[in-house]
């Protein structure tokens, strides 16, 4: 029918075009299996020649189309489908313009104008299934501490099997993470969203502090915004009572925050934050995950969330070890980045190799001042040679030819502790002891030069070895007595995710929030407003 069709006038050729279904509002041909003419695949070919992988797909294919005939009704349905449910990802609905897709299917007038819808409608397909797969940002143009690499998947194999799949909407629903966190995300935006245009949580509370056993309005206050977070049931009371006591030590808890039941300076800060806030940590966090969405997090991996100041080790979806953590200083060459590796080894009784970003800033400075400065730390040379104090004028160099090198030997005083934990990266981050312990009592632990320090640095190598050491307490201990730098290697490698999550659902679905210590999230979100997300409106 197509090939007898040439020539044909405009109107004719219409009443042929839509001679079909009618699909999500549109109509389309009937026709499936008669050849291609000449202007639909010369259009096609010109729709999608800025896109060397869909050019490869349709050349491969003879440009036989996709979407545009009545045999892939089910397939167009069911992408329109997922373009109207794009919101619930997070995602920039506007961009994709499904109004405007569905519209000009109904006004088709020629073979090269349903090419080049054949042509938008693939493009709009590859910029969907590349932002609900990966994500619609490229993290390292946003910040450069977000150093992840994303396994982005090839388009042309991606649309090829959505092509071939007999399922189209399974197809689509499997594009995106298959996290159960992610899930539970999008109930939270839902969820979220439905609070925004009601009015979302109310007025804010009116104090610095309260206290268990105080009445009036600001309790009152804390009291309906606690509820309306769901903190709390239906209640009228003026006071602070065990209630309302119960309900501030449980937001303490999903915050991070010190569990004592008193609505401090901090505790209301949060407690105070809008909704839009919240609703915009949610977004990031569905963005993020799609970052990871195709990495293997490992059936045993170690899960360090840079914002909760924790690191986790995860067997088969459980948690069997945690411990507090310190993290990289707010400062732009200390933030502590974000990626993915294994992690090989620990090194027991370490010496520390001082990175020359700190010999040259911070440690020359002192000794041009005092040449005894940090002598706790030994100057070496090229050769490794120690160099005593005595022989270096400290004031003839700068931070550019300074031509010593810095290392701290095996102590009880190390920078890093009694072990180290090395997953080798060309940012030289690691996981280690420390004996500063005092800074893991603090609320907020952004204190390190970039690296992360260990609360529990002992458990978290026996819980290591555990696979591959009978006693692994008495085989580390061992170690430990000689006092010797010594590296044990991990018979199996395991994963490591150094992650900034503000918000994470708990294993009920719950939320928790952290603090944006590195302001990453802001700037995030202010890319995903930037690209076309948009948060619900709330009613004037």
């Given amino acids: 029918m197509w090939g007898a069709m040439r020539g044909v006038g405009g109107a004719a050729l219409l009443v042929a075009l839509m001679a079909g279904t009618a699909i999500g509002g549109t109509m389309a041909p009937t026709v499936t299996d008669a050849p291609m003419m000449d202007g639909f695949a010369q259009a096609v070919a010109e729709g999608v020649a800025g896109d060397e992988r869909l050019a490869a797909f349709y050349a491969g294919r003879s440009y036989a189309p996709i ?108 594009l995106a993470p298959n996290a159960p966190q992610y899930a539970q995300l999008m109930r939270a935006r839902l969820n979220l969203a439905t609070q925004m245009t009601q009015g979302g949580w109310g007025a804010t509370v009116p104090a610095k502090v309260l206290r268990p056993g105080e009445s009036g309005a600001a309790v009152i206050a804390l009291r309906h915004r606690l509820q309306a977070m769901g903190y709390l049931g239906r209640s009228a009371s003026p006071r602070y009572d065990a209630a309302l006591q119960k309900a501030v030590q449980q937001y303490q808890l999903d915050l991070g925050l010190k569990s004592d039941g008193v609505a401090g300076e901090a505790t209301l800060a949060e407690i105070n934050r809008s909704p839009e806030e919240r609703m915009g940590a949610i977004l990031v966090a569905m963005e993020r995950l799609r970052w990871m969405n195709g990495i293997d997090l490992g059936a045993r991996h170690i899960w ?71 002598a706790h730390i030994n100057l070496v040379d090229s050769r490794g040679r120690t160099v005593p104090r005595s022989a270096v004028n400290f004031a003839a160099y700068t931070a550019k030819t300074f031509p010593f090198a810095m290392r701290q030997p095996p102590s009880d005083g190390n920078a890093l502790g009694l072990v180290k934990f090395l997953f080798p990266n060309p940012w030289n981050i690691y996981l280690h002891d420390t004996p500063s312990k005092s800074l893991f009592s603090k609320d907020v632990r952004t204190f390190s030069h970039g690296c992360v320090r260990v609360g529990k640095p002992f458990e978290l ?80």
């Fill in 304 to 374: 360090v969330n840079i914002t909760d100041f924790s690191a986790r080790i995860v067997d088969h979806g459980k948690t069997t070890f945690e411990t507090v953590t310190v993290v990289g200083q707010n400062q732009a060459d200390r933030r502590t980045p974000e990626f993915s590796d294994e992690m090989e080894m620990m090194v027991i009784n370490p010496s520390w190799s001082v990175p020359r970003s700190i010999t040259v800033k911070e440690y020359l400075p002192m000794m041009q001042r005092n040449p005894n400065a940090a």
């Fill in 67 to 174: 979407w545009t005939t009545g045999a892939d009704a089910d397939r167009r349905a069911a992408f329109f489908a997922a373009l109207d449910n794009a919101g619930a990802h997070g995602l920039p609905v506007a961009h994709y313009d499904a109004a405007g897709l569905r519209a000009r299917f109904a006004s088709i007038r020629s073979e090269r104008e349903r090419g080049l819808l054949e042509a938008d409608m693939s493009r709009t397909w590859a910029a969907y299934a590349h932002d609900v797969s990966n994500g619609v940002l490229e993290p390292k143009k946003i910040d450069p501490g977000l150093v992840r690499e994303i396994p982005r998947r090839d388009t042309a194999e991606l649309i090829a099997g959505f092509a071939a799949a007999e399922v189209p909407a399974r197809f689509l629903r499997d």
């Fill in 461 to 540: 190598a026996y819980a290591l070895l555990a696979p591959q050491a009978p006693d692994p307490e008495a085989y580390f201990q061992r170690i430990l007595a000689t006092g010797q730098e010594t590296t044990v290697r991990l018979d199996t490698p395991v994963p490591v995710h150094l992650v900034y999550f503000t918000a994470w659902p708990t294993a009920s679905g719950r939320m928790e929030y952290r603090r944006d210590v590195y302001g990453r999230d802001a700037a995030l979100f202010a890319a995903l407003e930037k690209a076309g997300v948009e948060l619900p409106v709330l009613p004037n």
